[in-house]
């Protein structure tokens, strides 16, 4: 099976996905969550993109366990975090 990069996969989809230009100001990069969870890569992904309202496709082996903390953070960046911090 062929691993995709989670961030290679998620970063243009945030870009695409993200809340129209009108709904947020120049400074603003997206909802901001907060969340503390542990699951597989993937549930922590799909969490992250649940609760900052992201639309994104998450794909391939991703079953390493994950435990995240993020306090009032943009979620596209808290997906960039995720993806850097497990080398994907």
Do not use: C, W
């Not at 290679?8 to 129209?20: D, N, R």
């Amino acid at each position: 099976m062929r691993v995709v990069s989670l961030l290679a996969v998620l970063v243009p989809l945030i870009a695409v996905a993200g809340p129209p230009a009108a709904e947020t100001s120049a400074k603003d990069s997206g909802a901001r969550i907060t969340l503390k969870t542990h699951g597989s890569l993937r549930d922590v992904a799909e969490r992250i993109a649940s609760e900052g309202k992201l639309s994104v496709v998450v794909r391939g082996d991703l079953d390493e366990d994950a435990e995240v903390y993020f306090q009032n953070v943009p979620a596209d960046e808290a997906l960039e975090t995720l993806a850097r911090a497990y080398s994907l």
